[in-house]
């Protein structure tokens, strides 16, 4: 917790953001430069080695190569409150149709092999430039807060593996054990806007692999095959009544396949084929009975169709319920109000999507607050409504937020987060004034 000062928050917080104007369009064009050349998970190699150098470059000590990309800059300040501030590198292979004129044209040979278009599809490089300009802004304000600050840079949040990599790779063996976690996503809510949810804000993600085995013969004597096409079509529909007749209605469950591929050719049945399907759920024991229910149906059509053999279900990845610390949030957000007014905070249902940020936090027993900031014009959101459209949004190929003042909010938040986590130094008293 932060300890009482005699000083008010805008005293403290008024000087630290007094020079982000003039740092501004440093950090502009760093943004642009990260948007135009966007890196895949795991591969964020010059988005890590360019963070290093900034971090470097304000005093920070700096750890490179923590679960092969992440980046960790610590600052230690004297005593007080351990607080990591987190920010997401990775993009996503989606081809950029935003037509900004900083859009990525760039490809990357994925971890697979496979070149792909790549872009900045879900604002992970608005996150990484607001944690650099917070993280300069605090370095050199250093006489406004006491304790430790750690700013980390984490890879492959998109495929949940990047903060569980960086734990296991000894993250906390490297750095102090946070006393509390701090992060923010981009959305696609008005500009100047930060919402939250209390409690459970984004759901679990479970993502399978399923393998269908049947028997494969030429299209003109199916009788000789055991069709797996067949078999997963029948198990695709199935598994779309699991939340509609297994699941309590109004529970916030998600049953989805993505993709679904066999054979190659229209006149040959294949010997198998591949279903990729996730889960996302907010209560342990549903999503328990919907992973369960998804075995169950698909061993089930096995053997509905004569398959000897029954199918393989391989895990992907899995992003776990990330929980809000009421006190964290509850505290954070009465800085914000005061900072920002207390009209521009919003408290909006759970988050059907995932994100693998509070990994950070249960690794070590802290608390974590994980806020949303606003990236879409006013203007814009009220002409898509009149229109009867939906914005475009995270992981479209035309989600762009404006770059102003999404990024000098986005600096913000993170600051008066910051500081209102940190130890803050007490106001020297005033001399005493002569008697008249």
């Not at 995932?354 to 014009?377: C, R």
């Not at 989600?399 to 990024?407: D, N």
Request: charge should be negative.
């Amino acid at each position: 917790m932060a300890a009482t000062s005699m000083a008010t928050r805008a005293d403290v917080v008024s000087p630290v953001l007094a020079p982000l104007d003039a740092q501004m369009p440093d950090l502009e064009s760093f943004y642009e430069n990260l948007h135009r050349h966007p890196e895949l998970g795991f591969l964020e190699h010059h988005t890590a080695a360019a963070v290093a150098t900034c971090l470097g470059d304000d005093g920070y000590q700096v750890q490179t190569g923590i679960g092969r990309t992440g980046v960790v800059g610590v600052l230690r300040n004297g005593d007080g409150p351990v607080v990591l501030l987190r920010a997401d590198m990775d993009a996503l292979p989606v081809k950029e149709e935003t037509g900004l004129s900083y859009a990525s044209t760039d490809t990357q040979t994925d971890l697979d092999g496979n070149a792909v278009p790549v872009m900045h599809a879900c604002g992970h490089d608005v996150h990484v430039t607001c944690l650099l300009g917070a993280a300069r802004l605090l370095a050199a304000a250093q006489d406004a807060w006491s304790g430790t600050l750690i700013v980390l840079f984490q890879p492959n949040e998109e495929e949940g593996g990047g903060a569980v990599g960086m734990v296991d790779d000894g993250l906390y063996d490297k750095v102090p054990k946070p006393d509390v976690v701090l992060a923010q996503h981009v959305a696609p809510f008005p500009v100047g806007t930060i919402s939250f949810h209390r409690g459970a804000a984004m759901a679990a993600a479970d993502r399978f692999a399923v393998t269908f085995h049947g028997r494969g013969a030429h299209g003109s004597e199916p009788e000789t095959a055991i069709d797996p096409v067949l078999m997963a079509a029948a198990t695709v529909q199935r598994w779309q009544g699991i939340v509609a007749r297994e699941v309590t209605p109004g529970t916030q469950t998600v049953v989805t396949v993505g993709s679904i591929h066999g054979g190659d050719v229209p006149n040959a049945i294949p010997d198998q084929v591949v279903a990729q399907l996730e889960v996302r759920s907010f209560d342990k024991d549903v999503r328990a009975h919907v992973i369960g229910a998804i075995k169950r149906i698909a061993r089930a059509e096995a053997v509905a169709s004569g398959a000897g053999q029954e199918p393989d279900v391989r895990v992907l990845n899995t992003f776990p319920v990330l929980v809000n610390t009421d006190a964290i949030l509850t505290g954070v957000n009465r800085a914000f109000g005061e900072h920002f007014g207390s009209e521009h905070l919003a408290e909006i249902p759970p988050v059907m999507g995932s994100e693998d940020a509070g990994v950070l936090a249960t690794a070590v027993g802290a608390p974590i607050y994980y806020w949303f900031i606003g990236g879409n014009d006013p203007a814009f959101l009220q002409e898509c409504k009149d229109k009867g459209v939906l914005p475009p949004s995270n992981h479209s190929p035309h989600f762009a937020p404006v770059k102003q003042p999404t990024l000098t909010n986005g600096v913000q938040t993170l600051v008066v987060a910051a500081l209102d986590r940190l130890s803050q130094p007490k106001a020297t008293p005033a001399a005493p004034t002569g008697s008249h």
